[in-house]
């Protein structure tokens, strides 16, 4: 099932599309490594994104980069909540080379991120390195997810973000998977 949704403002617009079908992703930011970190977390989340978005960047990458996350985050939402079944949590380490990063999710209807990395730059090219920590915010709330996001090992600045958005599409992707579980996996019974 293909789950899509538009957003436009007065700083951005956006057309984004995600689906669990493994295919190809097209992705077209306006924000070359933004592209390029979307671009791999779709790869290992196994999702199809597709992303038309234009917006304010002459000003800077900001709204673009938020913006993304409030509408992936939404649409990760809608997913889950056409699932009958998921295992629910997801961790994933991902080396990059001399760098080290870990992603914990919980699909748990509760949003919250924990983010701890302090990257060594901030700047990789002309990306401001602060907005890695908003992209996943605004993606944790919209998508209702409890993340802890940790680097727990640094070095160079792109590939501690690589790492980063590696390992939070491993561990949502396992979130994502097939339960051995009948229903909702929560002894509550409900995740809201």
Known sequence: MIYQKTRNTAETQLKIAIADDNSTSNIQTGVGF??????????????????????????DDHHVTE?????????LLEM????????????????????LARAVVDISGRPYLSFNAELSKEKVGTFDTELVEEFFRA??????????????????????????????????????????????????????
Request: proline residues 2%; negative net charge.
């Open 34 to 59: 933004l592209d390029h970190m979307l671009t791999l977390f779709a790869f290992h989340s196994k999702l199809t994104i597709t992303i038309e978005a234009n917006g304010d960047t002459e000003v």
């Open 80 to 99: 889950v909540k056409s699932r009958t079944a998921f295992q629910r949590y997801g961790v994933s380490y991902i080396p990059m080379d001399e760098s």
């Open 67 to 75: 913006d993304i996350g409030i509408v992936l985050g939404q649409l």
């Open 139 to 192: 993606l944790v709330i919209n998508a209702r997810l409890t993340t802890h996001i940790d680097l727990l090992r640094g070095g160079n600045t792109h590939h501690e973000i690589e790492g980063i958005f590696k390992s939070f599409a491993r561990a949502l992707k396992d979130a994502l998977s097939d339960s051995d579980y009948d229903g909702t996996p929560s002894s509550k019974g409900v995740i809201e």
